[in-house]
Each structure stands twice: as structure tokens, then as C-alpha cells.
Nanobody
Framework: QVQVVESGGGSVQPGGSLRLSCVAS????????IVWWRQTPGSRREWVAS???????NYHNSVRGRFTISRDNAKNTVFLQMDGLQPEDTAVYYC????????WGQGTQVTVSS
């Protein structure tokens, strides 16, 4: 019942920035907890960051201080601001919506290379 769409991926040089967006359908968006994950070929998905319905953010140690998660409930959107990107951040980034179910987006590619 909830459709999830990520956008904002692209290619940048080391030290660059990208801002990912996750839009989820429905009237209950403000009650959902949102989690960003990432995955490289041949590996499991890795937790990146999350934000709760109470606006509490959490970050994996590898991105803390470089990434910032936020949400705009009026627009049914969660953002992931990624600064100081490094090659090891290269992955497909996925938005996971929880609350009355479990819903995933299709992913958006982030590539960091020189």
C-alpha cells in the first residue's frame, strides 16, 4: 500500500556531496520510521542511517559526521545529505519505510571515484 521512490544519486569525485530523497505515499508518513541502507555488488545490505517518527536520528559509525538524515513530513519526504563522500561510499542506496508494514524503494546509485 505504500510506494517508496528514491532519487538524487549520481557520480561525484572524492570529497563531493550528494543529497538523496525518499518519497513515500500515504497519509500516515509522519508516523513511519525511515531507514537508509546501501549495498555493493556481492555483499549484504549495510545500515547507513535512520530517523524515527519522533525525529531521532541515528548513524552508522562509518558515516557519522559526514551524512545527515532529515525529514519533511509535509512533503512525505526523507533526505540523506552526504558530504565528504569517499570511494567506499559507492553503492546502491535504498530507502526502507516501516510502520504497519515494510516497504522498500528501488534504489538509487551513488558512485564516488576520481
Amino acid at each position: 500500500q505504500v510506494q517508496v521512490v528514491e532519487s538524487g544519486g549520481g557520480s561525484v569525485q572524492p570529497g563531493g556531496s550528494l543529497r538523496l530523497s525518499c518519497v513515500a505515499s500515504g497519509s500516515q508518513f509522519s508516523t513511519y520510521d525511515i531507514v537508509w541502507w546501501r549495498q555493493t555488488p556481492g555483499s549484504r545490505r549495510e545500515w547507513v542511517a535512520s530517523i524515527t517518527s519522533e525525529l531521532i536520528p541515528n548513524y552508522h559509525n562509518s558515516v557519522r559526521g559526514r551524512f545527515t538524515i532529515s525529514r519533511d513530513n509535509a512533503k512525505n519526504t526523507v533526505f540523506l545529505q552526504m558530504d565528504g563522500l569517499q570511494p567506499e561510499d559507492t553503492a546502491v542506496y535504498y530507502c526502507h519505510v516501516t510502520g504497519g508494514g515494510s516497504y522498500w524503494g528501488q534504489g538509487t546509485q551513488v558512485t564516488v571515484s576520481s
